[in-house]
């Protein structure tokens, strides 16, 4: 069984700087996906930025970007130039590819941007 | 729609009682999931619908939990002889429906058994 694990329950930065959240997981499969959501206090769950893991390149969205390690199992997010709205829970996800289509969630990091 | 909608947004209940939750998904989106989000933890999948039938129930924690999707867009997902562990916040999404797809997020609906 995959599992996903975020080793920060917490972090805080200050406005306009950078911070990296971190993500491992374990799976025996070689390929799948992974995924950053974004979750305010509105509960909904917003995609910031997927990676599908057959390629080498890091994706990037706009001030996200990840550091995909597929050798370490490690997959970090970086937030550069740091909004108060950026401010929310960040979970970590994993989909294997070919099979059920489910996501399996780590249990998140709590970000405070702080003005 | 323009996105996922959940309805209730909250729903209290007595322990023992029934309850429904219901999930409207994107316009056209074929897939539909249904998550469970305790308080401090990451969502837990429950089951995955593709079309009408559920291609995959085997996140459902027992027989108290059941899901349908008759016409292949709504979902109800509904809870028989609601327990207080039962009380959790309930996430839909729906992704368009080919392999692998970003699933798309509604509000959830949080669930208090009492």
């Known amino acids: ?115 | 729609g323009a996105g996922v909608s959940q309805t209730p947004s909250n729903k209290v209940t007595e322990k023992g009682k029934y309850v429904e939750l219901r999930c409207d998904p994107i316009s056209g989106h074929t897939a539909l999931y249904w998550y469970r989000q305790s308080l401090g933890q990451g969502p837990e999948f429950l089951i995955y619908f593709q079309g009408t039938g559920a291609a995959d129930d085997s996140g459902l924690p027992n027989d108290r939990f059941f899901a349908v999707r008759p016409e292949g867009s709504v979902s109800t997902l509904k809870i028989q002889r609601t327990e207080r562990g039962d009380s959790a916040v309930y996430l839909c999404a729906s992704s368009p429906g080919t392999a692998q797809e970003t699933q798309y997020f509604g509000p959830g609906t949080r669930l208090l058994v009492l």
Do not use: H
């Open chain 1, 1 to 115: 069984a995959q599992t996903v694990t975020q080793s920060q329950p917490e972090m805080s930065v200050q406005e306009a700087e950078t911070v990296t959240l971190s993500c491992t997981y374990d799976t025996s499969e070689n390929n799948y996906y992974l995924f950053w959501y974004k979750q305010p206090p509105s509960r909904q769950m917003i995609l910031v930025i997927r990676q599908e893991a057959y390629k080498q390149q890091n994706a990037t969205e706009n001030r996200f970007s990840v550091n995909f390690q597929k050798a370490a199992k490690s997959f970090s997010l970086k937030i550069s130039d740091s909004q108060l709205g950026d401010t929310a829970m960040y979970f970590c996800a994993f989909m294997t590819q070919g099979g059920s289509e489910k996501l399996v969630f780590g249990k998140g990091t709590k970000l405070t941007v702080n003005p």
